[in-house]
């Protein structure tokens, strides 16, 4: 009885593990291992079970790990169709810059009064050279708009930021506040210490800006937002 | 368990995990691209995770 029984378990057994081999060389992630032992027949159909767990634990971690760069996969297409599509839209979103602004009344005539850009956290402002826009910080100060740019002595910076480099190339530009368009033109402020530290403060109680010494020393680009066609073209002053 | 196995067997049974892979990708970007909001709300979710990293 006792005989019977061990040939059925090892009936079984070798039935089962037969199975997983024949799948695993059927897909070939079963090698034979040396000094193994073997638990099957005579003719050789069964092999090594040692070898077919381990094989099997394996590709089950494969499996696991390929699942697992499914889900990461996703967020990582979901920002980059953002950012691929980003340039082709109207306008900048909260967390890529965008394309030509296109929406929106333009204003012209009598230059606005821009008391009310102190309640506005950010505008909108596209180069015509190139067509790309983004979010930026405003100010105004003394009836004039400002906007800055900063880390601009920082090679991360230079790189993230390449519009106040065009901008002094051809400061020709189209902001959007709060719905209007208005053609302005860039001109980087360097001098001029009654601006810098007046701009400055606006800033600072807007944003919690530093001060006038980033301006100065050149780590924080500070532009005008003149009037179209008063001869500026980006230059400095 | 037997059924994570089972799911794991049919996903990777010959080339279906290429197939899952590029549904997903194409999905993504379809839903992306069309469905109204899902950018902002992804730019969103983004931002919160920086502001909180910042913070």
């Known amino acids: 009885m006792g005989q019977m029984n061990g040939n059925l378990i090892d009936s079984l057994w070798n039935s089962r593990y037969a199975r997983i081999n024949s799948t695993l060389q059927r897909r070939g992630q079963w090698e034979p291992v040396d000094n193994e032992e073997v638990v099957g027949s005579e003719d050789g159909a069964v092999e090594p079970v040692a070898n077919a767990v381990a094989a099997g634990t394996t590709s089950n971690l494969r499996k696991v790990l390929v699942l697992v760069g499914v889900l990461v996969l996703i967020p990582v297409v979901a920002i980059g169709t953002l950012a691929l599509t980003s340039g082709s839209a109207d306008g900048p979103s909260a967390f890529f810059g965008g394309g030509e602004l296109v929406a929106g009344e333009l204003v012209t005539g009598a230059e606005p009064d821009w008391s009310f850009v102190g309640d506005v956290g950010t505008i909108e402002l596209q180069l015509l050279d190139p067509l790309r826009s983004r979010l930026i910080w405003v100010a105004d100060y003394e009836g004039k708009l400002y906007v800055v740019s900063g880390y601009m002595t920082n090679p991360i910076g230079r790189l993230w930021k390449r519009w106040p480099a065009q901008a002094e190339r051809d400061g020709r530009a189209v902001v959007r506040i709060e719905g209007k368009r208005y053609e302005r033109t860039l001109v980087r402020i360097l001098s001029g210490a009654d601006i810098l530290q007046g701009v400055s403060e606006e800033l600072g109680r807007k944003y919690g800006f530093g001060g006038p010494g980033g301006i100065e020393s050149g780590n924080v680009w500070l532009f005008e937002l003149a009037p179209r066609g008063m001869g500026t073209t980006g230059a400095s002053r | ?55």
Do not use: C, H
Not at chain 2, 30 to 44: K, N, Q, R
Not at chain 2, 50 to 55: F, I, K, L, P
């Open chain 2, 1 to 55: 368990m037997n059924k994570v196995q089972a799911l794991l067997d049919w996903v990777f049974e010959e080339n279906r995990v290429y197939w899952l892979i590029g549904g997903v990708v194409v999905g993504v970007a379809l839903v992306v691209l069309f469905l109204p909001g899902m950018g902002e709300s992804i730019e969103a979710t983004v931002l919160s995770w920086v502001g909180g990293w910042a913070s």
